[in-house]
């Protein structure tokens, strides 16, 4: 395939031994601005264990497009903060592969600056709880604070209400008196200096069963967005990505989102192939024997989302 082939068919990075195309793609700022060149996203995965942080990597490195990885406060305590920023700086280095990594939902300044001086490449700093006032002034305060530990940090602020936890709830919460407006994403960048903005956008964090089923799809304001990227003149991502329409997610793209967060579709195929894995072999206790199914079934999982996300299907 040409890089012509490679460009119309979506993002695809260096690849070991390729020359970059538009400028050094280990720069996560390049990869975002290829991506909108050639109309694609950046998958976000959130990792908690070495069996998801494989499957994502080996998932990326198949398709050879860009990825990032992204670890909340509670995956960071679960794997050491230090710890998964050098797994992933040791694949970047490696295989010189376009693998970033982002502290996701960071709740507080004092673990932001955690994860930056350990390395981390973006900070997802969310004080979306906050009246948007409050908001706006402590992730202004968060924006300056991270880039004088590293200027080359990306911050992404958010706004709006997209619910908690990438989890299986119960009942899924009307958000709809939440969504961003291009107003306020305007004002919210201009005022607080971020890089990239994560809007509320019909998203939300998490699956129904019925989503888990595929019975039922996330729908996303295809409109809002194109007119919230218009206003915020940043990148723009998409959380809460599990579960969604598989068109309005392409749409999405198409108007303006960067980046597209997954999690709970990972969590699903982590937990479904951990128990394939223990059920083929009831005896079995090398770990090494049971969980490449579970590296696998996410695997899978993350393919798809990657696919889709880089005109790949
Ligand atoms: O930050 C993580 C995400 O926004 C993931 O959301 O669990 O609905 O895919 P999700
Ligand atoms: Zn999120």
């Known amino acids: ?10 993002m695809r ?10 400028g050094d793609m280990r720069d996560i700022r390049n990869a975002l601005e290829l991506a909108r060149k050639n109309g694609v996203a950046l998958g976000h995965f959130n990792v908690a264990d070495l069996v998801l942080l ?32 050098a797994l992933v700086q040791s694949l970047r280095e490696e295989f010189d592969f376009p693998v970033f990594l982002n502290a996701d939902h960071t709740h507080t300044l004092k673990k932001a600056t955690e994860a930056v001086k350990a390395g981390f490449d973006t900070v997802v700093f969310d ?21 004088t530990i590293n200027p080359a940090v990306l911050v992404e602020g958010e706004i709006g209400n997209i619910g908690t936890g990438s989890e299986i709830h119960e009942l899924s919460p009307d958000l709809s008196k939440y969504l961003t407006t291009p107003a306020e994403a305007k004002q919210f960048v201009e005022f607080t200096g971020i890089d990239v903005l994560a809007p509320a956008v019909g998203n939300m964090h998490g699956m129904s069963e019925k989503m888990v089923e595929g019975e039922k799809k996330k729908r996303l304001d295809i409109e809002r967005i194109a007119q919230i990227k218009t206003a915020a003149g940043v990148p723009l991502t998409l959380h809460g990505g599990s579960g969604t329409d598989d068109g309005d997610l392409r749409q999405a793209i198409a108007a303006g989102i960067s980046i597209v967060h997954i999690n709970t579709e990972l969590r699903v195929a982590w937990r479904n192939g951990l128990e394939a894995g223990l059920a083929a072999e009831p005896h079995q206790v090398v770990p ?21 996300f880089n005109h790949l299907e």
């Open 54 to 85: 494989k499957a994502v990597f080996s998932s990326a490195q198949e398709l050879d497009v860009p990825v990032l990885v992204g670890a909340s406060e509670g995956e960071r305590e679960f794997m050491g903060v230090r710890q998964i920023a």
């Open 127 to 147: 004080a979306s709880a906050l009246p948007f006032e409050q908001n706006a002034s402590v992730t202004k305060e968060a924006v300056e604070a991270l880039k």
């Open 13 to 22: 990075s260096t690849g070991k031994g390729q020359p970059p195309r538009g």
């Open 288 to 308: 090494y024997k049971i969980l490449p199914s579970a590296v696998e079934s996410v695997k899978q999982a993350a393919l798809a989302r990657l696919r889709l």
């Open 1 to 10: 395939m040409n890089s012509s082939d490679a460009a119309s068919q979506g």
